[in-house]
Structures are given as structure tokens and as C-alpha cells.
């Protein structure tokens, strides 16, 4: 055999080309960025679903002078909503539809500036749940050709 030759020149010893679409589908279902922006979406959701909760019903925790305007309640209650709206678009994350990539982006828009605005009642909270929608609006803008 000379230098550069393929290994196996006899056809009956040559592998099979994959199918079709087997390749290309391979990595649908766990792709890295879909199941990254989904989870971390979900994980902020969570985050703005116990802040909400606390500021409801915990308002000792935090330091309601820290607040631009407007009191806890109001700041609960709009983080609960906030954080309904992030699970149910992790969902449709994974479930790769492109209302899920355009609603995460305006809803991590909203939830950083939620966040932003409520950072001097309980700064450590609010800056873990900044950097989470800081990810996931990264990742769905940066990798949004994965999520279709």
C-alpha cells in the first residue's frame, strides 16, 4: 500500500454511510444551549418566585428603605409575575419554539431590570438572579439558531 492510499480499498469492508437525518438530529433533544437557557431560565424564575414570596410575607429580610420607589408589596408581587412568566418560557425553551427565544429575550430584559431596581433591598439575591437572566439573555440572543 503507498503512502496516502485509504486503509480499506475493498468495498465489502467499507462502513455504511449514516442515514439520512442521523446525524443532523443527533443532538435535538439534550442540545448544550437549549437545555443551558432553559434550565437557567428556570433556575431565575425560582429565584424571583422566592424573593417574591419573602418580600410578601418575610418584609423583616430586607431593607425596604434600600427600594427606589414604591414598597415590598408591590415589588413581590411584580417579581412573582415576573417569575411565572420565566418558568413558563423555559418551558417553551425546550420545547424549541421560537415565541420561547423571543419572549426569554424580553422577558430577562425585564427581569434584570426588576432586579436592578430592587438590588438595595437584598443586594446578594438580586445580584445572583442579575447574573443568571444575564446568561440566559446571552445565550438565546448569542445561540438563537439552536432554539429552532
Avoid at 424571583?48 to 418580600?55: Q, V
Avoid at 425596604?64 to 417569575?83: M, P, Q, R, T, Y
Avoid at 429575550?105 to 442579575?130: D, E
Amino acid at each position: 500500500m503507498e503512502a496516502g492510499a485509504a486503509f480499506h480499498q475493498d468495498p465489502k469492508r467499507m462502513t455504511e454511510p449514516p442515514d439520512r437525518h442521523a446525524v443532523r438530529d443527533a443532538g435535538r433533544i439534550g442540545s448544550g444551549w437549549v437545555a443551558f437557557a432553559g434550565t437557567y431560565l428556570g433556575i431565575a424564575g425560582v429565584l424571583n418566585l422566592m424573593w417574591g414570596i419573602t418580600a410578601l410575607s418575610k418584609k423583616s429580610y430586607f431593607t425596604e428603605g434600600g427600594l427606589i420607589w414604591s414598597n415590598l408589596d408591590l415589588w413581590g408581587w411584580l417579581a412573582i409575575v415576573v417569575a411565572t412568566v420565566q418558568i413558563l418560557t423555559g418551558l417553551l425553551l425546550f420545547a424549541r419554539r421560537i415565541a420561547g427565544v423571543l419572549i426569554a429575550i424580553v422577558v430577562t430584559m425585564c427581569a434584570i431590570f426588576v432586579n436592578f431596581l430592587s438590588l438595595g433591598a437584598y443586594p446578594i439575591w438580586s445580584i445572583i438572579a442579575l447574573v443568571c437572566n444575564a446568561l440566559v439573555l446571552w445565550a438565546v440572543t448569542v445561540h438563537g439558531e439552536e432554539f429552532t
